[in-house]
């Protein structure tokens, strides 16, 4: 029997310090860590050098967008476990299993009595809410079930002999089977959530029990910590008692007049709390020595020891429960109880220990052993004064955890409501909370939640900032801060985060919305401190304050050098925040990082945004490197189906990375795409595309690229489209467009005075070099070898030199002037000759079929348009391949016939398709197309092809182009008669 009712002790003692443990925790553990963060990221772009465009004698830095991640954290709203409810409801049905069996011990008054407080907590449970027998009655149900209960409690009362592990274990089969039965039969799944919320009074007034009880446990705790080890004679036994219990006095003093008057000292003191856990474990010793002082009500030995622990597990489980779900209301209700009736029985029994035992004391004896037994003033007398004392110390704070305890009731009434879904019966439950407790920030966190539900952030507001009044949650300034954000009320949002921070000093996350704050006020060094302010505490969001330090540095154009704050290397311990933020920074200064492309941080075949930003901000960097990174397979690969949403991204990153490894033809194909795809309000791409086609001299692909570009608004296209239309002989058009520039402040009026002589006039007005310019540029195709040379001759900045006889030596490629071999004869004899002018002589020579003996190897000259030219005066016979001069028409002329005469029929029509997709305005690739397709038999697509060319080529180039069309089809026709 012994050894059996030891299980059972042991049992509920591991319960209740498994429960004392979580309470512990749920203390020590903040209330805004246990509610929970989320965070999103607000996505700034911030506009980063891309490459710098230098033609012409025209210099402009072209810009794209960096991703800038800045991340803030937003509140979670209360969300309610069940776990939290069933846990709780299981602690209970062992407590009352042990109340039950225990109750059954008193004599018949205090059996009835207690019974009465357990019948209560029956009726309260609101069983006719279940609807179960409700045909009979609607409380039928309740009355079968306080039958059941009643009936089992009067018959072990009677058969007292029957074991307490018994009894307890039939309490227990049969509340879960109730239980059980409830769950099959009923509709409602949260049943037991209701029944929990509406029992809240009897298990409050058990509470309040057990607290009554377990106060004046910590007196004579300490009279055993200073007596325990007496054996008589001289010591200092008064000496130890006394300064033990007057520290705890002075304990319970300070403690009362921070709860109830709110004056904190920051003096550091024995919270309440956990003055509840001492004392409820100090009384189980306590307990077993008063059992001769009760012996009257009870019958059998142990009995009011299980009546304790029953009420130790209801109690404590009920402070964790609320505690667990933010109820603020009962903890401080229970706090300031427990205060208040400590600081009264400790008064009471420091006289009554004194008046009785002073002697014994004072002869250093083990008091302890007698206390119960007082030689003065009996201990119920005592007792009772001490209640007397506690119903004082009260009622001069107007019963306050009354009212405490009605709004928690209150506030569960509206946890079950708003679990169903009824939110506006929670809204009124939690307003009437709020009226019993003001401040409380459970009901008002609640009514703000609601609100927000109901799209009313004018109440929410409201309903939080009382939620943060009185020293109320992160969360609360957090929220109240948002909602006055999206209102724009920015200044407002300020005053809130600030008074946040001054009740929560060591807040990172409050640090860093007041920080973002500040950045949507554009005042960028106050966010830049308050980040420095956050990351200085070093506490878990570390690494996102340092993130958004190094994204608003970017914002703020801070430069990038040795004393830059928490810039480090980006290795696998690096977050992925501080990845794209760091290498925007170095994009805003257009420095390359020194570190590879971290695939670690990118490891999932679903993208999120954030990995996406790094692959974008990644692409611009590595452009920046001597030696960019290949990285174009490895991003092509996320450009599937699962990451559509970020296709627009991802095929800019690849586009990008293959224009830094010099891949021209798959950097043009992307962006075609991307004007394909999200190039109908976006100008940017096609613009992109002109340049690159400006750049190459396919000037007729630029003039298409950059007109289209102007028209959706991109005025960077207006001055490189007007010199466009001049090279091509447009100048009505290109008038036009350098009146705009002129307009737009992008030339001056002397130029636009130049612009309008020259176009009609190649007679030069001055000898300074924008005459020479203008009159080249406007009039190259009118003059004759000699003019050309002694305009040029008249240009003192190299580059226009260059430039301008490079345009002059296309026209006459594409016009097949015999005379192009003088004028490239004469120029070298006249000129210094670079070794990228020279690589343009050869082209050309070689596009028209000329000796290209006279040039010799070009030296020291790594490009690969240097390369390909040695290539070709070397008449090296191995094929040269590459993607990087997919634009030059002389390695489009030279691959495509390599590719004929090697009988590469696949790769050859690989290579025309694709340059027919990205320029079809060139009548070589037109020509390229059929020279392939055709003789391939592929005359369908070659027609198709000549069709498109009729929109695309103009009329001299269409009669040519079906001239070709009709030839090799004629000669396809009769290769096929010659093989029949």
């Given at each position: ?80 476990s069940t776990e939290h409810f069933a846990f709780y409801g299981i602690v209970l049905m062992i407590s009352f299993s042990i109340y039950l069996s225990s109750i059954s011990g008193l004599t018949k008054l205090w059996h009835a009595l207690f019974f009465g407080v357990f019948a209560l907590l029956i009726g ?167 059992e001769e002082l009760f012996s009257s009500i009870l019958r059998d030995k142990n009995i009011l020891y299980w009546v304790y622990v029953s009420g130790a597990l209801i109690a404590l489980s009920s402070l964790s429960f609320h505690k667990a779900i933010f109820d603020s209301s009962f903890v401080k209700a ?647």
């Open positions: 029997m012994k050894e059996k009712n030891k299980v059972l002790q042991n049992i509920s003692l591991g319960i209740l310090i498994a429960n004392t443990i979580l309470l512990v925790l749920l203390y020590f553990i903040p209330t805004s860590d246990r509610l929970g963060w989320t965070n999103n990221n607000v996505i700034e772009n911030i506009k980063t050098p891309l490459f710098d465009f230098e033609k012409f004698g025209t210099y402009f830095n072209i810009q794209g967008d960096s991703f800038l991640l800045i991340e803030q954290f937003n509140a979670l709203p209360i969300s309610f309260t449970f609101h069983l006719e809410n279940l609807e179960i027998l409700h045909q009979i009655h609607d409380k039928a149900f309740t009355a079968l079930v306080l039958i059941a209960f009643t009936g089992l409690s009067y018959y072990f009362h009677r058969n007292q002999h029957i074991k307490f592990l018994v009894r307890c274990a039939s309490f227990l089969i049969l509340i879960s089977g109730i239980i059980l039965f409830i769950q099959l039969v009923t509709p409602n799944v949260n049943w037991y959530i209701e029944s929990i919320a509406y029992c809240f009074p009897s298990l409050s007034l058990l509470t309040l029990a057990f607290i009554l009880f377990a106060s004046m446990a910590i007196p004579f705790g300490i009279l055993y910590l200073s007596t325990f080890k007496n054996v008589g004679g001289s010591g200092d036994s008064i000496k130890h008692f006394l300064f033990f219990y007057i520290v705890y006095l002075l304990n319970l003093v300070y403690c009362y007049f921070v709860l109830f008057y709110q004056q904190d000292l920051d003096i550091y003191y024995i919270p309440p709390f956990l003055l509840l856990i001492i004392a409820s474990f100090v009384g189980l010793w306590v307990i077993k020595q008063q229970a706090e300031q109880t427990t205060v208040a009736t400590m600081l009264g029985f400790g008064c009471i029994f420091l006289i009554y220990i004194l008046y009785n035992f002073y002697d014994v004391l004072k002869k250093n004896l083990q008091v302890y052993k007698v206390a119960f037994k007082p030689k003065n003033i009996d201990f119920l007398s005592t007792w009772g004064v001490g209640l007397l004392i506690v119903i004082g110390l009260l009622y001069i704070q107007h019963f306050a955890p009354f009212n405490l305890a009605k709004a928690s009731y209150f506030n569960n009434l509206g946890d079950a409501e708003y679990i169903d879904g009824q939110y506006f019966l929670a809204e009124n439950r939690y307003n009437t909370a709020s009226v019993y407790h003001y401040n409380n920030y459970h009901s008002n966190y609640m009514l703000g939640q609601i609100a927000e539900k109901n799209k009313n952030k004018t109440v929410a507001g409201v309903a939080y900032k009382y939620a943060y009044k009185g020293g109320g949650i992160e969360q609360a300034f957090s929220k109240s801060a948002s909602l006055e954000i999206d209102k724009k009320n920015y200044l407002e949002s300020l005053f809130i985060l600030k008074e946040g921070l001054k009740e929560y000093p060591k807040s990172e996350i409050l640090h860093n919305n007041l920080a973002l704050a500040f950045m949507n006020i554009n005042e960028l060094d106050s966010a830049l401190f308050y980040l420095e302010a956050g990351i200085s505490l070093n506490k878990d969001y570390n690494k996102v304050l340092k993130g958004n330090y190094i994204a608003i540095s970017a914002l703020a154009k801070k430069e990038v050098n040795e004393h830059s704050k928490y810039l480090s290397e980006i290795d696998n311990s690096t977050s992925l925040i501080e990845s794209v933020n760091q290498l925007a920074l170095l994009n805003t200064d257009g420095i390359a990082s020194a570190q590879n492309f971290a695939k670690s941080l990118v490891n999932d075949s679903t993208l999120n945004g954030d990995e996406v930003s790094y692959i974008y901000n990644y692409a611009l960097n590595n452009s920046l490197k001597e030696q960019p990174e290949v990285l174009g397979d490895y991003i092509a690969k996320y450009m599937s189906v699962q990451n559509s949403d970020y296709k627009q991204q991802l095929l800019f990153a690849y586009g990008w990375t293959q224009k830094a490894n010099d891949n021209q033809k798959e950097f043009l194909k992307a962006f075609k795409d991307l004007d394909k795809f999200y190039g109908i309000n976006n100008a940017y791409y096609n613009f992109i595309i002109g340049l690159e086609a400006l750049n190459n001299d396919q000037y007729i692909l630029a003039e298409h690229k950059l007109a289209a570009a102007w028209k959706l608004g991109q005025k960077s296209a207006i001055y490189p489209l007007a010199l466009t239309n001049s090279i091509l002989g447009n100048h009505q058009e290109a008038v036009q467009l350098f009146d705009l520039c002129e307009r737009f402040k992008i030339i001056d009026t002397e130029d636009k005075t130049l612009i309008h002589h020259y176009t009609s006039s190649k007679q030069l007005k001055s000898d300074s070099e924008k005459d020479y310019f203008y009159q080249l540029l406007f009039n190259y195709q009118k003059m004759s070898n000699d003019e050309v040379l002694k305009s040029l001759k008249g240009l003192s900045l190299k580059s226009n030199q260059e430039d301008l006889l490079t345009m002059i030596l296309n026209y006459k490629v594409k016009t097949k002037q015999a005379d192009i071999t003088s004028l490239i004869h004469q120029f070298k004899k006249q000129f210094d000759v670079s070794d990228d002018l020279k690589v343009e002589m050869i082209f050309a020579k070689y596009q028209m079929d000329l000796p290209i003996d006279e040039f010799t190897v070009i030296e020291n000259n790594t490009s690969i348009a240097v390369d390909f030219a040695n290539h070709l005066i070397k008449k090296d016979t191995t094929l040269f391949e590459t993607e990087a001069l997919f634009l030059n028409p002389a390695y489009q002329k030279y691959i495509v016939n390599s590719y004929i005469q090697k009988g590469e029929d696949d790769k050859s029509f690989e290579w025309v398709k694709d340059a027919i997709t990205v320029n079809p305005y060139s009548e070589l690739n037109v020509r390229n197309y059929f020279y392939v397709a055709i003789p391939q038999g592929l005359k369908d697509y070659a027609h198709d092809i000549m069709v498109d060319s009729e929109y695309y080529l103009d009329d001299a180039a269409t009669k040519r182009i079906n001239e070709l069309y009709s030839t090799l089809v004629n000669d396809y026709h009769k290769s096929i008669n010659t093989w029949n």
